[in-house]
């Protein structure tokens, strides 16, 4: 990654909402890294979510979601493809949400590991 996930998250935090791909399985854009395996996603985001956890405490919710798991996690804001989240962690910090997550699409093929941030607009 260019920036560090400090810098990123700082970013976050002086916008009303955003998305940041942070990494990919496979090499689908050349503006972001990649992974080869699921896996290695799957790590980053476990050690991504170490990290965060120093700068932001525990999150609201960590793990994989599931259909049963989505009433639990309600955030105020609708972050960009939420629906398709397969694992992620969710911290409320005052008047704003961050979300680390991995996304799946098209069967499971595509994944990106992301970072959001949005205000609390409720």
């Known amino acids: 990654m260019n920036r560090t996930v400090d810098e990123i998250l700082n970013e976050l935090k002086n ?14 854009t050349k503006e972001i890294d990649f992974v080869d395996t699921e896996e290695e996603i799957k790590k980053a985001f476990f050690e991504l979510c170490q990290h ?10 960590e793990g994989v979601m ?8 309600t955030p105020k804001f609708y972050f960009e493809d939420y629906e398709s989240v397969s ?23 595509l994944q990106f590991l992301r970072l959001a941030g949005s ?4």
Do not use: Q
Request: hydrophobic share 45%; aromatic share 8%; glycine share 4%.
């Open 15 to 28: 916008v009303e909402s955003r998305s940041i791909d942070l990494l990919s399985l496979g090499p689908w």
């Open 52 to 61: 965060l956890k120093t700068k932001l405490n525990n999150p609201v919710y």
């Open 87 to 109: 694992l992620c962690a969710w911290w409320v910090i005052n008047d704003y949400e961050i979300m680390l997550m991995v996304t799946e699409h098209d069967a499971g093929a």
């Open 119 to 122: 205000k609390i607009l409720v």
């Open 66 to 73: 599931e259909n049963s798991s989505l009433p639990k996690m």
